[in-house]
């Protein structure tokens, strides 16, 4: 017994040491400069870190290394029956034939994820807000938490109001909302005499809205790695005093997040707000990756097996956990990025209702509860 506490009291010492060593191996500059090839080595020493962090917050139980297992139990709710779909998720509605999808289960190595409740989930947060905030992939969670606490309690009245960029939903008796604020890379697009300009240093157009949340569920990636001035919104990029035509798009995410870790180190007050990285939601567009090279997520009937993805981790990935273990102030990973990787079958495909193929966003029923799952199990433990 004291021996198990005092290795449990000397470990993170022990990892601690390892890291500053790490640190000094990468030199100690504020801001290194950070090449897409030099990533791998910046994120041995993140990881390091993060793995830390994850352990301290969930008691033991690392929630995010584990594997999926079929499990017919493991619905939430139906797509017919959830008012707060978007069609781009609704693969059910679209069509999609195979539902073999819906019957998998996170399941951790070293522990199991508790029951979601969403009465329970209401009770205890009674009265208080909950924002997602970043692009579509956290309209895609909020919708998920939306539906699986609307289909835990039969007959709750709910207000569902759609606006840009804040959206909201409301479950009336419990006085719980749910809020997505749209604004996909955190930081500013600002109109400038040149143009629409991605301003790297300022946060500003939402922040003031964030604020008192009392629990905020951050997530950006995807519009980082637009091409097209079209689709990606704006003509320039501002990092400091210059103003650029564009520039390495992860370096980019790094000065933007950044940006965002100051703002919530000034802004957040732990006492009032709990604070979550929703973690980068990968795609399935590239099959060498997983050893089939000429496909997509199209016709994926399965997540792949075991723990690791073949092809690797994921460069955003490393910046994300690199600038959370700089912060002062505890924001909680969820680190979905590896278990998303396994199910290249939970994707709309062409099954989002607007003749595309989709590898990016998920169906509904479908992944994101499982993140929803995750999120209630951090809040709970
Ligand atoms: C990685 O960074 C080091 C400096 O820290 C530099 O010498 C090296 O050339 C970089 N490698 C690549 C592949 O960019
Ligand atoms: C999935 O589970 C449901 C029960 O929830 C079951 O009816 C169905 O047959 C299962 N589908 C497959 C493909 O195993
Ligand atoms: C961004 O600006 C800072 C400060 O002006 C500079 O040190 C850095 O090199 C710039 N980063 C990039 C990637 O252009
Ligand atoms: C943070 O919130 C707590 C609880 O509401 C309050 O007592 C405290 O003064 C706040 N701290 C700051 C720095 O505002």
Known sequence: MSCKLISLLLLPLLILTILSEADKALGSDKKPQVSYHN????????EGKETLKGR?????????????????SNRFYDSST?????????????????????????????????????EAFL????GKRVMFVGDSLSENMWESLGC???ASVPGITTTFLRRTPLSSLTFQEYGVTLYLYRTPYLVDISKEKVGRVLNLGTIESGAGVWKDVDILVFNSWHWWVHEGVKS?????????????????????FNLGLTTWAQWVDQNINTSQTRVFFQGISPTHYAGKEWN?????????????????????????????????SSMKTPVYLLDITTLSQLRKDAHPSTYG?????????????????TWNQLLYAALSM
């Not at 990533?39 to 993140?46: C, F, P």
């Not at 009770?123 to 009674?126: A, F, G, H, V």
């Not at 209702?353 to 509860?369: A, E, I, K, Q, V």
């Open 82 to 118: 959830c008012p707060f779909i978007d069609d781009e998720f609704d693969c059910l509605k679209f069509g999609r034939p195979d539902k073999q999808f819906l019957n998998y289960s996170w399941q951790p190595d070293s522990c199991t994820i508790p029951r979601f409740d969403g």
């Open 39 to 46: 990533m791998t080595s910046l994120a041995a020493a993140g």
């Open 56 to 72: 301290k917050q969930t008691s033991g139980c690392n929630l995010f290394q584990g594997k999926w297992v079929f499990d017919a």
């Open 148 to 150: 699986m606490i609307h």
């Open 292 to 324: 089939e090279p000429k496909k997509t997520c199209n016709g994926q009937m399965q997540p792949l097996t075991g723990s690791t993805y073949p092809g690797g981790s994921l460069p955003a990935a490393s910046i994300v956990s690199r600038v959370l």
């Open 353 to 369: 209702g607007n003749g595309r193929t989709d590898c990016s966003h998920w169906c509904l029923p479908g992944l994101p509860d």
């Open 123 to 126: 009770n205890k947060w009674r």
């Open 232 to 252: 990606r919104g704006w003509d320039f990029i501002r990092n400091g005093s210059s103003l650029i035509r564009d520039m390495n798009r992860l370096d980019a």
